[in-house]
RNA sequence: GCGGCAUUAGCUCAGUCGGUAGAGCACUGGAUUGUGAUUCCAGUUGUCACCGGUUCGAUCCCGGUAUGUCGCCCCA
């Protein structure tokens, strides 16, 4: 085992039992998105370099540790494995001029890639699912974002998601606040960590998230960013909490909620969860109002967030969801050779009518095949042997009812049959349920 | 990147106070020779994560590495 090449740290095989959580839940989030009226859009996984440190920021943990990036060594260019999805969005939108006529709004869903430590809902290869509105300047692009999230919530059957929201101000707010930030912990230097003295002067705003009780003193004395909003800022924050408030949603504003990218201004939000141990934020975004001007587009409103994938997934386990598991509707039992040859032919008949149908491979006497027919949860066993071969038909067996209903049915009439039995199938089952 | 804990059959785990290992499930075959899921019988399961050290001898003790996990950091 251990001389056999193992899949990288943190980037693990999403296996079969697994992947069907993943197709549910792809299936739930498409169908929510379509609802809302977003289009997909896919951008690659390679990018370059520059375009994350423009986005993110020079000195943002993302950027100073965590990314994939290496030179491609067969023309220099510097690249990067998206560490998040915001940035080559807002790229392909600047690159084909997507919101030169009209707002868009629009999704993507796929890995993303940090070099972090990995443990339980946070992997060195991750998913995310991103949704950007691309061209909306108002509060309303904001909070519908946030609705869509309850919905979604309850959509996956998940409860217990919380939201927390807050706003950022614009830059020249921030700017002011900054200022009296950095003159504050100054004045308080013996009370910070070595983290916070670092980004003291890069980027203070992050001091104020910080986790370290022993700062929380000094942060909690520390001037406050709501005081320095101005009007525009302040009514975009009230009208966007207005909405949630008409929606009945409930939130917490959390004051200290700051954004690990820097593109976001205004509106900031977090839904979090408190069963997933140090990973309890499942979905987060904002407003990032600068970011096209700042990728050299034509400057435009914008507003996105990002859930992990991963994170969601594994709630919706531990919430006892299920993927419906439909086994196939036919397995198809053979031996001999005439016999094997009328498989081909039966199953493929039946696909043709849009049944779906396992075929015995490997061979095997009759009763391991039957217990294969049996495991694959199939409702029909077709059973083929050298007397149905000569006589042109097959054994039609009913796998989920009681007693023996086996019976011979000639090859052609095979498929309706069978689609018969399942439409009385499905009635009956209606029945019980109404 | 830092600290703690873990790593035994495909899966979930037990165990050996240091003398190379077991259960359940799963799997394979059989119980009137062409028929499953129940029952009964039989059988295979493994370099006890990897590398090195101590020892007559290590799966067990020690060190390192890898991976996972919990917390920190950070984040989805």
Request: glycine letters at 10%; one cysteine or more.
């Amino acid at each position: 085992m251990s001389n056999n090449i193992q899949a990288v740290r943190g980037m693990p095989d999403i296996l079969p039992d697994e992947a069907e959580f993943w197709e549910l839940f792809e299936d739930t989030v498409r169908s929510w998105l379509k609802s809302y009226g977003y289009r997909p859009i896919r951008m690659p996984i390679v990018e370059p370099t520059p375009l994350f440190k423009r986005a993110i920021g020079e000195v943002t943990d993302i950027v100073e540790k965590e990314m994939y990036s290496f030179v491609d060594s067969l023309n220099g260019e510097p690249l990067t494995l998206r560490p998040e999805g915001t940035a080559g969005c807002v790229r392909a939108v600047i690159q084909h001029n997507l919101i030169a006529q009209t707002p868009q709004r629009l999704y993507y869903m796929g890995q993303m890639f940090r070099h972090e430590r990995p443990q339980k809902g946070r992997y060195r290869q991750f998913h995310q699912v991103g949704v950007e509105a691309l061209g909306f300047a108002g509060p309303d692009i904001d909070a519908e974002m946030i609705l869509m999230g309850a919905r979604l919530w309850d959509d996956l059957g998940l409860d217990g998601i919380k939201l927390q929201l807050n706003t950022l101000g614009q830059p020249e707010e921030r700017a002011r606040h900054r200022a009296d930030l950095i003159v504050y912990f100054e004045q308080h230097q013996d009370l910070l960590d070595e983290d916070a003295k670092r980004r003291l002067h890069s980027n203070p705003l992050r001091i104020l998230d910080s986790k370290n009780p022993a700062m929380q003193e000094v942060i909690v004395g520390a001037p406050k960013l709501i005081d320095y909003l101005g009007e525009a800022s302040l009514e975009h924050f009230n009208a966007v909490q207005q909405i949630l408030k008409d929606a009945g949603l409930p939130f917490e504003i959390n004051p200290r909620l700051v954004r690990g990218l820097d593109y976001y201004n205004l509106t900031v939000f977090e839904w979090v969860t408190d069963r997933l141990g140090a990973q309890g934020t499942v979905c987060a975004g904002g407003r990032y109002d600068g970011l096209v001007g700042q990728l050299g587009g034509k400057a435009a409103p914008a507003c996105g967030f990002a859930m992990g994938v991963e994170r969601l997934i594994a709630l919706v386990r531990d919430a006892g969801g299920e993927p419906c598991k439909r086994g196939t509707d036919v397995y198809v039992v053979h031996a001999g050779e005439a016999a094997s040859r009328m498989a081909f032919r039966a199953a493929e008949g039946l696909r043709d009518q849009g049944i779906d149908v396992v075929l015995h491979c490997g061979g095997g006497s009759f009763k391991s095949q039957m217990k294969k027919a049996d495991a694959s949860g199939a409702a029909f066993a077709v059973i083929i042997g050298d007397d149905e071969a000569a006589a042109n038909e097959v054994s039609l067996k009913p796998m989920r009812e009681e007693g023996d209903g086996q019976k011979r049915v000639p090859l052609e009439a095979l498929a309706d049959t069978i689609m018969n039995s399942m439409l009385d199938w499905n009635e009956e089952n209606e029945e019980e349920e109404a």
